[in-house]
T-cell receptor, first 111, second 113 residues
């Protein structure tokens, strides 16, 4: 099983659509969880942290299901500017004590 | 507002030559990281540092070495560049290891011919 796994996409959606990304991780002892955004040929940037109780930031909602080792990101009312690759990131707590990045899910929002 | 800069931004080098990439931060963060990003693989950790002169290997460390003689600088050296090391290299910094978010540099595009 890959350590942090995401659907690579691309997800093609029209403006205004709601889109959800899922991510699974391998270690039940994992601790910190994040979603990063990466624009084409740019560096990754933190989008939001993911808390056990779930959290929301404007149009973005992140949820964590520890029992299923699953993280999700929901984007409502998609904008053209949301087009990017979304990276699921986990502290797997498995040796390095560093963050492990999923390969990312590409989102393309069209007019 | 770049608290982290990488140099060079682009480099083309020949197989077998040594190459050093530099990461410089002005945030005084303890932790620094080098990742490479390749299509189909995502970001993979090469080496990281948890303090001056304190470094450790990541998952793809073969062929790479690092040094950190000052808090603000973290150098990545490809001892003898190979074509398989053609990649985009990102440096990142964080205040805590694995519990806080990372801030990335703009990346170095390295081509080994």
């Amino acid at each position: 099983r890959k350590e942090v796994e995401q659907d690579p996409g691309p997800f093609n959606v029209p403006e205004g659509a709601t889109v959800a990304f899922n991510c699974t991780y391998s270690n039940s002892a994992s601790q910190s969880f994040f979603w990063y955004r990466q624009d084409c040929r740019k560096e990754p940037k933190l989008l939001m942290s993911v808390y056990s109780s779930g959290n929301e930031d404007g149009r973005f909602t992140a949820q964590l299901n520890r029992a299923s080792q699953y993280i999700s990101l929901l984007i409502r009312d998609s904008k053209l500017s949301d087009s990017a690759t979304y990276l699921c990131v986990v502290n797997l707590n498995s040796g390095y004590s560093t963050l492990t990045f999923g390969k990312g899910t590409m989102l393309l929002v069209s007019p | 507002d770049a608290g982290i800069t990488q140099s060079p931004r682009h480099k083309v080098t020949e197989t077998g030559t040594p190459v050093t990439l530099r990461c410089h931060q002005t945030e005084n963060h303890r932790y620094m990281y080098w990742y490479r990003q390749d299509p189909g693989h995502g970001l993979r950790l090469i080496h990281y540092s948890y303090g001056v002169k304190d470094t450790d290997k990541g998952e793809v460390s073969d062929g790479y070495s690092v040094s950190r003689s000052k808090t603000e600088d973290f150098l990545l050296t490809l001892e003898s560049a190979t074509s398989s090391q053609t990649s985009v290299y990102f440096c990142a910094i964080s205040e805590s290891s694995g519990f806080g978010d990372y801030t990335f540099g703009s990346g170095t595009r390295l081509t080994v011919v």
